[in-house]
């Protein structure tokens, strides 16, 4: 009898767990995938094995993201997505680390890492220790904060919000760090005719 696609992602996961004890924090089965969760500290140690094991192979790392949940303590998640070709599994590894507290980096144990890594400092300020190229990549240098936090402001020099003191809207000013752009978004071409 063939096992369900869900029984074999639920033993890989149960077996994940046991060969793992101390590393993982905790495992999820999510409509047929794997989300494991592990301390940063034990974050290298875990994608070395996910990718050298004999029975997982994860040996292409898909992409790294950053999620801000901005009410919580550890307010950043960062998100591994793997792939295993030779068993044709996906495998979802997620850290939470806070504003002062690094993650390390894994371009040693996937170099394709770097560029991604690089992305989460810039949009979020996610820092990874141990990263040999930590800079700017999709803004200005001279660029101030993290753009896809959820506290970043949006636009303008006011924020407007409702006050529980006072039992009503306010208008408030905002300090932006940076300058307040206008964009003329008329065509070059049009000019020269």
């Known amino acids: 009898m063939v096992q369900s696609s869900r029984n074999v992602t639920l033993d890989f996961a ?12 905790t495992i999820q089965v999510v409509r047929n995938d794997i989300v494991v969760f592990v301390s940063p500290q034990y974050l290298v140690p875990v994608l070395t094995f996910l990718r050298d094991h004999t029975n997982t192979r994860f040996r292409s790392i898909m992409n790294l993201s950053g999620v801000d949940y ?6 950043f998640e960062v998100v591994y997505n793997l792939l295993s070709v ?15 507290s690094p993650v390390p980096s894994v371009v040693d144990v996937y170099s394709a890492a770097n560029y991604f890594e690089r992305e989460a ?16 990549i999709l803004t200005d240098y001279g660029f101030e904060g993290f753009p896809l ?11 407007v919000r409702y006050d529980e003191a006072q039992k009503r809207v306010v208008c408030e000013p905002i300090e932006v760090s940076q300058e307040f752009r ?12």
């Open 121 to 136: 400092w810039d949009m979020f300020g996610i820092y990874f220790s141990n990263h040999p190229d930590l800079r700017r």
């Open 14 to 25: 149960n077996n994940l767990k046991e060969m793992l004890p101390a590393f993982i924090q």
């Open 70 to 75: 901005p009410n919580r303590e550890l307010r």
């Open 182 to 193: 206008n964009y003329n978004f008329e065509s070059p071409w049009q000019q020269i005719v």
């Open 149 to 159: 936090r959820k506290d970043f402001p949006l636009s303008g020099y006011t924020e």
């Open 86 to 100: 030779t068993f044709a599994g996906r495998i979802r590894v997620k850290v939470c680390s806070d504003e002062a």
